[in-house]
């Protein structure tokens, strides 16, 4: 009896490609979902860390005009916050929201305040009138209770 060598695809060839199609299958019911990969989060914090970072660097060397990658330079305007606001002006008869187009020459640009909101916040739910009656009852057990008390310690 004599055994042939089986021509083929390894089974560990098969796993990869396996585990490639589930990870692209995976990313993109993500990004169906949510509109962005999980990785642009990532880099974006790492993004921050290194600019706080560099910071820190610049302050602990003393040297003002060191210029780290990632680092907001003088042209290059601040993110917009709470505290800063937002620029809305009228570019080629749409209104814009924005601190890079809407520059101080131009005659529409109006500077907005923002405010800070919880977002929803759900409505707390009313209490029945079984509920107020059992705490009624509620309080009026422990007056009784008290009462018994008060007579006990004399």
Known sequence: MSLKQQNGISLVGVAIFSMAVAAI???????ERNGHLP?????????????????????????KDLKLP????????????????????TINGKAVF???ECTDQNS????????????????????SDDQAASGAEQDLRLKMIDKVINKSVR
């Open 25 to 31: 299958g995976m990313s993109l019911l993500y990004w």
């Open 39 to 63: 990785f642009q989060d990532v880099w974006q914090r790492w993004g921050k860390s290194a600019n706080v970072i560099g910071n820190e660097l610049q302050k602990a060397s003393g040297v």
């Open 70 to 89: 990632g680092q907001e330079s003088n042209g290059v305007p601040t993110p917009v916050t709470v505290e800063t606001g937002v620029r809305r002006c």
């Open 98 to 100: 924005s601190d890079t």
């Open 108 to 127: 529409t640009t109006k500077h907005l305040k923002l405010n800070d909101t919880q977002g929803f916040v759900h409505p707390k739910p009313a209490e």
